[in-house]
Nanobody, 125 residues
């Protein structure tokens, strides 16, 4: 079992920044590919970013968001800059056992084994 706890969401104006954190516990953190997904009302949960030995991003956030991890602290981060109203969603941290590569295709949320409770990000125009 892996427990994930997100923090750092909130309300920000368009163009602003937020940093999300996800603290993990329960297993060897470095054995997992960590991902961030988001879900807006009425929409399916969608991939945002992932990190294993490399980093991967959805096209919609590339160049604005940065995912990173600190294996010593069992924590993964999502730095979000130049936020847009369309970034408004609940953001979820997720863990997938193994070292994954998403060079060919983005992951689907069903591939991830463990999930945090989510943190709301609201971007006002």
């Amino acid at each position: 079992q892996v427990q994930l706890v997100e923090s750092g969401g909130g309300l920000v104006q368009a163009g602003g920044s937020l940093r999300l954190s996800c603290a993990a516990s329960g297993r060897t953190f470095s054995d997992y590919t960590m991902g961030w997904f988001r879900q807006a009302p009425g929409k399916e949960r969608e991939f945002v970013a992932a990190i294993s030995w490399s980093t991967y991003y959805a096209d919609s956030v590339k160049g604005r968001f940065t995912i990173s991890r600190d294996n010593a602290k069992n924590t993964v981060y999502l730095q979000m800059n130049s936020l847009k109203p369309e970034d408004t969603a609940v953001y979820y941290c997720a863990a997938n056992y193994g070292i994954r590569s998403y060079k060919i295709r983005q992951p689907h949320h069903s591939e991830y084994d463990y999930w945090g409770q989510g943190t709301q990000v609201t971007v006002s125009s």
